[in-house]
């Protein structure tokens, strides 16, 4: 006999454990490359940010600055050096599934600054940020990235799921745990 409540936990069941696999498979073919790239356009070394780095991270005062980062000083090269090294580390880290709670918060600090500066920063016109409950469904920043932070938020809520690092340390911590 058809049971809905059976059915409907095993679906639960189910959503619970494919939901982080598939919102880091999304990750990674949609937005992993497009963080790397923006790193790429950052550094010039492991330890040497890029002019383009300071300009992105700082518009406002390098417009103040003539554009001449020579008067930036640490707190500004620890700024880009941190960003530069999340927008890598952060993506492959969900990827791998490893620290995905940790990873997923991060990104979702990470994002919330990156469209701050965007909006404060560069100061992007309003069709550009936006607007939720409306008709349209391509604003970058809080249609976009909406969706992103979705993505973040399950990663955060249920983990790297079936098919990683976090679950295959899990594993093993428990096999030796119970031996």
């Known amino acids: 006999m058809f049971d809905l409540k059976t059915t409907f936990d095993r679906i639960n069941s ?6 982080p696999l598939l919102a880091r498979l999304t ?3 949609v937005l992993a490359r497009y963080f790397w790239a923006s790193a790429a356009t950052k550094l010039s ?8 780095a300071y300009a992105q991270v700082f518009p406002r005062k390098m417009e103040a600055a003539g554009y001449d980062i020579s008067g930036f000083g640490l707190f500004e090269w620890a700024v880009v050096m941190a960003g530069s090294y999340a927008e890598i580390i ?10 995905t709670r940790l990873a997923a918060f991060g990104m979702v600090g990470f994002v919330l600054v990156q469209s701050l500066t965007d909006v404060i920063g560069h100061g992007v016109d309003p069709a550009t940020v936006g607007s939720w409950f409306d008709r349209a469904s391509d604003a970058l920043i809080l249609d976009q990235r909406g969706f992103w932070m979705l993505g973040f938020a399950v990663l955060i809520g249920l983990g790297g799921g079936w098919i990683s690092l976090d679950r295959l340390i899990w594993n093993r911590v428990q096999a030796k745990t119970a031996a």
Request: proline fraction near 11%.
């Open 45 to 52: 070394g492991p330890f040497t940010p890029t002019f383009n």
């Open 14 to 19: 189910l959503a619970h454990s494919a939901l």
């Open 27 to 29: 990750f990674a073919g």
């Open 90 to 99: 952060l993506p492959a880290l969900l990827i791998l599934g490893l620290f």
